[in-house]
C-alpha cells in the first residue's frame, strides 16, 4: 500500500510470473521439469506459447531473474488474456502476481 | 486407471475459481518497478496473504485425514483443555512463517507497518 504500481503498465506479448517458484525448487531437476510443464499447460489455454523462460541458480553465480517465470506469446491479446487468468491464481500455494515484460529485454535475456 | 492417473499429475496451479483477492495490493504490477521495489512489494504480497489465511482461518489443513501428518502427544493446560490442537499448530506455523517476512522486509524497508495484528515474537521458537 501506499504507492500505485498498476498505473502505466502497458500490455505487451511476453507476461512475467512472479512469487511462484523458489531457489530450492529450481535446483531440483525433476521439480523444475515439472514447473515448466504446469506453466506450459496452463499458459497454452489461453494462447500459443511461443517460448518460456526459467532462470536456474547456478552455485556461486549471480544469475538475474531466479524466482521469476517469463512466457512469450504470439499475441499481445493472448498474453493480456493469460495475465486476467493468472493474475491472483495459487500456484503452489502462492499468490501468483503477474507483470508485462518488455520484449526486447527479454529477448536479449535481460532477465 | 492407476497408470493415467499416474501420468496425470496435478498441477500446481490451482482451479481458476480459487482466485485470491488482497486489498489494495494488485496482483497485477508495473514493468517499471526496481528490483528493489518488485522485492519488497512481493514480500508484502506474501505477509498479506499470510494475514489473509489467519483471518479467513484458512489453514491449509488438507481434509483428507490421510494426508495430514502425525500429531505430536497432546500437551493439556491445567484446566484439561488441550494446547497443542492441529488449528493451534498450523496457525503458529502460518505466524511464524509471516514473523520471517516482516523481519525480512522491515530490513528492506525500515518504514514497514506490519499488519494490524502482528505481534512480533520476542520468545524464542523450542521445538
Not at chain 1, 27 to 37: N, V
Not at chain 2, 39 to 60: A, S
Request: glycine share 4%.
Amino acid at each position: 500500500p501506499g504507492v500505485n504500481f498498476s498505473a502505466s503498465n502497458a500490455s505487451t506479448e511476453v507476461l512475467c510470473l512472479l512469487n511462484m517458484v523458489t531457489e530450492e525448487e529450481l535446483r531440483d531437476d525433476e521439480e523444475f521439469e515439472d514447473i515448466m510443464e504446469d506453466v506450459r499447460e496452463e499458459c497454452g489455454k489461453y494462447g500459443l506459447v511461443k517460448s518460456l523462460e526459467i532462470p536456474r541458480p547456478i552455485q556461486g553465480v549471480d544469475v538475474p531473474g531466479v524466482g521469476k517465470i517469463f512466457v512469450e506469446f504470439t499475441s499481445i491479446s493472448e498474453c493480456q488474456k493469460a495475465q486476467q487468468a493468472l493474475t491472483g491464481r495459487k500456484f503452489a500455494n502462492r499468490v501468483v502476481v503477474t507483470s508485462y515484460y518488455d520484449p526486447d529485454r527479454y529477448h536479449r535475456r535481460e532477465f | 486407471n492407476t497408470t493415467q492417473t499416474k501420468k496425470k499429475r496435478k498441477n500446481r496451479f490451482a482451479d481458476e475459481t480459487e482466485r485470491v483477492f488482497l486489498p489494495n495490493m494488485p496482483t497485477n504490477i508495473s514493468s517499471n518497478m526496481t528490483e528493489q521495489q518488485q522485492k519488497i512489494y512481493i514480500l508484502q504480497v506474501q505477509i498479506e496473504e499470510l494475514t489473509r489465511r489467519l483471518k479467513m482461518n484458512d489453514l491449509g489443513i488438507p481434509a483428507n485425514v490421510e494426508a495430514r501428518s502425525p500429531s505430536p502427544e497432546p500437551i493439556y493446560d491445567q484446566q484439561g483443555k488441550r494446547q497443542n490442537t492441529r488449528e493451534v499448530r498450523a496457525r503458529r506455523k502460518i505466524e511464524e512463517q509471516r514473523h520471517q517476512l516482516v523481519t525480512e522486509l522491515l530490513v528492506l524497508n525500515p518504514d514497514y507497518k506490519a499488519p494490524s495484528d502482528y505481534k512480533p515474537q520476542q520468545a524464542k521458537y523450542i521445538d
